[in-house]
């Protein structure tokens, strides 16, 4: 019987010998494609374009215009509007009810419902159809006044006192003939200042304030918190 040098083997492999994974195989098993999600996709895509959509529609309506009716001479409270005091305005439509510039021929037909200052942008309920200042029992009474009787920079629409100045060695004392009358209209001052003046009074003193006027005895004083 003869005995081999050879170690007997036991079947097992070597562990330098043993199959195995190598190159990119052995770098990890696939992973599969990430699920889609098309429902989220669109929603995404109409929120944008609802975005884009809506600013569209603000710059097209921020864009939109209309002709206002703009004021640009001071008319007091009570006076017709003439059409010297208005001009056409551009304007953004901000649903503000100013009047358009198609009616200012009707405007031309009311009386300013309060004061009235350059740069005002007109609106209905500043107008009205009538005038309590021209109404049943006022008159108009003009005046012509010399330099001192009335103040520098009085215009058309104040308010102001009329009082009278007694003429010198009269015994009389000066007195208020009207508290509160509207300056109506003024004409172009004399060389020496004054000039002609027409105001509203009550009908009951306007006998009163043109006499007085006649003999140069009337003074204004304008109520500025009054207009």
């Known amino acids: 019987m003869r005995i081999s040098d050879k170690p007997a083997s036991d079947g097992r492999v070597p562990a330098n010998e043993r199959p195995g994974l ?3 195989a052995s770098r990890g098993l ?3 494609p990430r699920e889609r999600k ?7 895509v109409l929120l944008i374009l609802g975005g884009a959509l809506a600013t569209t529609l603000l710059v097209l309506r921020s864009g939109d215009r209309v002709s206002a009716v703009g ?3 001071r008319v007091g409270a009570g ?3 003439p059409a010297s005091a208005m001009k056409e305005v551009e304007i953004a439509d901000t649903g503000v009810d100013y009047v358009p510039w198609r009616f200012r021929g009707e405007v031309e037909k009311t009386y300013a419902a309060v004061t009235l200052l350059p740069g005002t942008l007109l609106t209905n309920p500043m107008v009205t159809r009538s005038s309590e200042e021209l109404g049943p029992g006022k008159a ?4 012509s006044l010399k330099a001192g009787q009335a103040p520098v920079g009085m215009g058309k629409g104040d308010v102001v006192q009329v009082i009278y100045v007694p003429a010198s060695g009269k015994g009389s004392a000066e007195r208020v003939l009207a508290p509160a009358a509207r300056v109506h209209g003024i004409g172009a001052p004399g060389r020496s200042g004054g000039g002609l ?3 509203v009074v009550d009908a009951s003193i306007s006998p009163v304030v043109a006499a007085y006027a006649s003999s140069g005895e009337i003074a204004l004083a304008v109520l ?3 207009g």
């Open 140 to 143: 108009i009474v003009g005046l």
């Open 38 to 44: 098309p429902a989220l996709a669109a929603l995404a």
């Open 79 to 81: 006076q017709l509007i």
């Open 197 to 199: 003046v027409s105001i």
């Open 71 to 73: 004021i640009v001479q």
């Open 22 to 24: 190598s190159g990119p």
């Open 224 to 226: 500025p918190g009054a």
């Open 30 to 32: 696939p992973v599969p």
